[in-house]
């Protein structure tokens, strides 16, 4: 325990938060479909400097507000890059927050429990599965959690009458703010969740004078209203149409893109998405339920459940979106940790449905992490095997290590596990299951053809990706419209897909098969040539 008291140990916190997320970070193909999208916004904000309007390709993007293109832009400008930029410089501003919510969170929590809890949290919050995926993706979800943590934390400080002066309700209402700009009202859901629990509790909800309501309500506005009135006035009213009738409607009702679920369902993917702090995850609700009357238990507890309760009820589940709720579980874990390692007993129902728990998730990530290759690639993959042997055997000796009585070495073979398997993922298996990854194969088929010009025609695939590795020109058509686009000038291409009668093409050259990892569904395209016709076997030979 001496390390967790070393004045230190949040620097190396941060340091192991660093490393654990930064592999995977490059290698990791660009994915579809909302990643694309915001990536490909980004750059053309960057390319245009209209830092009002979102465009993806020539149409408005108007689901989320700016914020996340604004931190894409300036990755953009701050790395110098100029016209096509990698995927991973898109991802800096999501790494970046990935690593400073492991920090934030230790500040957040310590009230609520304690100091060496509160960098238990912290280690967790840096190796859990969730964060690995979200701090290398080009989205909004980790700067989201960012917020909702700094929000949290100074909320749960006014609850507990620790805020003092005006820092604490700035912290506050700063993050609100940024939240709001990230991703609209999804910031408050944990916030009003909270402040219910606690008013309920206190019966009184005199106790958020603290957070200066009035002036703090004035600095939310002067730091969100204006991007929002602007967009308003750019748009004549579309954003809000688009935002709150489109995207935001068709999540509730589940007439969009994505399908609705039952509720339920994140009950059951957590034991994956929390991996693989799962095994202490009966604990953790086991001590929230025991603690719940203390005044720092009902806050987390505020944090986590009303929120958890929408999200289940809402139709389109989304694995991610639990994620702003994760902190107060993961402080809920932390404090049963720290019992174990003072000496309490690792045992009892929540200790078995823990391990099970946790040991169904070890074998199913290291099942993708030496299955994807071969069914997806080139076969066994020897840096995809590594990984899942490493991982079981590091899940081996945890579960050891907590059934013997030896909690902080087995949190150590837990948080090892957990960075072997995010790296193994996003930096070896997931690169090496190339079939997944339809847009790279036409990128680097095209690369080959450097005498085709123009505008890339897309026929039977038509993934944002695509957009993002072929040009923010690329047409999205028909096999009418493609055919005719061919005919009216010399060297352009079309990607169509192949059809009964269709000359067989060149595997990577003049024929793209693979997976669309945005529906499962097989694809198979046939380079096309001006003035209409399958290209030969090499085109620029």
């Known amino acids: 325990m001496g390390l967790l008291a070393h004045r230190f140990a949040p620097l190396a916190l941060l340091l192991l938060a660093f490393l654990s997320f930064g592999i995977g970070l490059a290698e990791l193909p660009v994915q579809d479909r909302d990643e694309a999208r915001f990536a490909q916004a980004a750059r053309q904000m960057a390319a245009t400097g209209d830092l009002i309007d979102i465009r993806f390709l020539d149409q408005p993007r108007h689901n989320k507000p700016a914020l996340i293109y604004w931190l894409q832009t300036a990755a953009i400008q701050v790395t110098g890059a100029d016209g096509v930029t990698p995927i991973w410089m898109h991802r800096l501003p999501s790494y970046l927050a990935g690593v400073l919510s492991a920090l934030a969170l230790v500040w957040a929590v310590r009230p609520m429990v304690g100091r060496r809890a509160a960098l238990l949290a912290g280690v967790m919050c840096a190796t859990i599965y969730m964060l690995h995926a979200e701090a290398r993706t080009a989205k909004t979800d980790a700067a989201l959690l960012l917020s909702v943590i700094l929000a949290m934390g100074a909320l749960g400080r006014v609850w507990l009458e620790q805020a003092k002066g005006w820092l604490i309700p700035a912290v506050f209402w700063t993050a609100l703010a940024a939240g709001f700009l990230l991703k609209g009202p999804m910031v408050a859901l944990p916030v009003l969740g909270a402040i219910a629990w606690c008013g309920w509790q206190a019966r009184s909800l005199r106790w958020l004078g603290g957070l200066r309501p009035l002036p703090g309500l004035a600095w939310f506005l002067l730091l969100s209203a204006p991007w929002f009135v602007a967009i308003s006035i750019v748009t004549e009213g579309a954003f809000w149409a688009g935002s709150v009738g489109g995207d935001l409607s068709d999540k509730i009702t589940a007439t969009g893109e994505h399908s609705g679920s039952p509720p339920g369902l994140y009950l059951l993917t957590t034991w994956f998405t929390f991996w693989p702090w799962t095994m202490l995850l009966p604990l953790g609700l086991v001590y929230g339920w025991v603690t719940r009357q203390k005044a720092e238990t009902a806050f987390l507890l505020g944090w986590l459940v009303p929120g958890w309760i929408v999200f289940e009820a809402v139709p389109v589940k989304l694995i991610h979106y639990t994620l702003p709720l994760y902190p107060a ?213």
């Not at 093409?505 to 395209?525: H, M």
Request: glycine share 12%.
């Open 329 to 541: 579980l993961l402080a809920l874990c932390a404090a049963a940790l720290l019992q174990l390692a003072e000496g309490k007993r690792f045992g009892g129902w929540p200790a078995w449905i823990g391990s099970v728990g946790f040991a169904l998730g070890a074998v199913l990530f290291a099942a993708l992490m030496a299955g994807l290759p071969v069914v997806n690639g080139p076969g066994l993959h020897g840096p995809s095997v590594a990984g899942a042997v490493i991982t079981l055997t590091l899940s081996a000796l945890a579960l050891f290590a907590f059934w013997t009585g030896r909690a902080l070495p087995g949190m150590a073979a837990l948080a090892v596990a957990g960075i072997a398997m995010g790296w193994t993922l996003t930096a070896a298996t997931l690169p090496a299951a190339r079939d997944l990854w339809i847009a790279p194969m036409l990128a680097d088929a095209m690369d080959a053809h450097t005498c085709l010009e123009g505008p890339v025609s897309l026929v039977g695939y038509q993934e944002p990706s695509a957009a993002f590795l072929l040009g923010g020109d690329v047409r999205m058509d028909t096999r009418e419209d493609a055919l005719a686009y061919l005919s009216e000038g010399a060297g352009r291409t079309a990607w169509i897909q192949i059809e009964a009668g269709d000359p067989v093409g060149v595997p990577g050259v003049t024929q793209v098969t693979g997976t669309n990892s945005a529906n499962f569904r097989k694809v198979t395209l046939r380079l096309w040539v001006s003035p209409g016709i399958p290209a030969a076997e090499n085109p620029c030979g």
